[in-house]
């Protein structure tokens, strides 16, 4: 069984850029979840994607947007950056929406 | 207020001590969360709760809806339990899907 994998491990982007981050869930998993993490903070639930469709939205502006593909993979793209989107973003998989959730790795953004 | 407190936010134990943690939340909630991170930063979930007592190994964890709280246990601690736990809420209003997060305990067990 494969676990969540995420990609890039590391990105630094500059100010106003644009940036795609990529998520592929556990088998089986039709959910994915996108959560940011600024240093020294506790993840903050970005969005939720359950087979295809966005299924629940946290407190982050438009330029944070999301697909998820017929596989159940995911994007995360996050247009304009500034430097405060410096942070760890996380994906997270689960076979529905409520259930236990299985964390990626991780993506280390940093914006300069 | 933030919607879900941790206490300590920091705790250094020896080696063999019992740890608790604790974690309260202000909202309804669905579920909670225990979840472990290490440095390098991937989380991994530790349990899932709605109601009373799950056991893991060395670790415990129990829930008091009433009381809207939560305390993680760890027994026998060991160096390699040194991680940042985070107590996380589901909460059974509005957007079920999203998890609410504390800031974490930092944990740090000694020889």
């Known amino acids: 069984e494969t676990g969540v994998t995420q990609s890039p491990t590391h990105l630094i982007k500059t100010r106003g850029q644009q940036v795609t981050l990529r998520c592929s869930s556990q088998?089986?998993?039709?959910?994915v979840s996108w959560y940011q993490q600024a240093l020294g903070q506790g993840p903050q639930f970005i969005f939720q994607y359950y087979r295809e469709e966005e299924n629940g939205r946290g407190n982050f502006p438009p330029r944070f947007s999301g697909l998820q593909f017929p596989n159940y993979s995911s994007e995360l793209n996050v247009n304009a950056l500034e430097l405060d989107d410096s942070a760890l973003y996380l994906c997270?998989?689960?076979?529905?929406?409520?259930?236990?959730?299985?964390f990626g790795p991780g993506t280390r953004l940093t914006v300069l | 207020k933030n919607e879900v407190e941790q206490s300590p936010q920091n705790l250094t134990a020896q080696e063999g001590e019992f740890i608790t943690i604790n974690c309260s939340y202000s909202v309804g909630i669905s579920a909670l969360h225990w979840l472990q991170q290490h440095p390098g930063g991937g989380i991994v979930s530790l349990f899932m709760l709605s109601s009373g007592k799950k056991k893991h190994g060395r670790l415990i964890a129990t829930i008091n809806i009433q009381e809207k709280h939560s305390s993680l246990h760890i027994t026998a601690s060991h160096p390699r339990d040194s991680a940042v736990y985070i107590c996380?809420?589901?909460?059974?209003?509005?957007?079920?899907?999203?998890?609410?997060f504390g800031t974490g305990t930092r944990l740090q067990v000694t020889l």
């Open positions: 997270a998989s689960s076979l529905v929406s409520y259930s236990e959730q299985f």
């Open positions: 088998s089986g998993h039709n959910t």
């Open positions: 996380a809420v589901r909460g059974n209003t509005g957007t079920a899907s999203k998890l609410t």
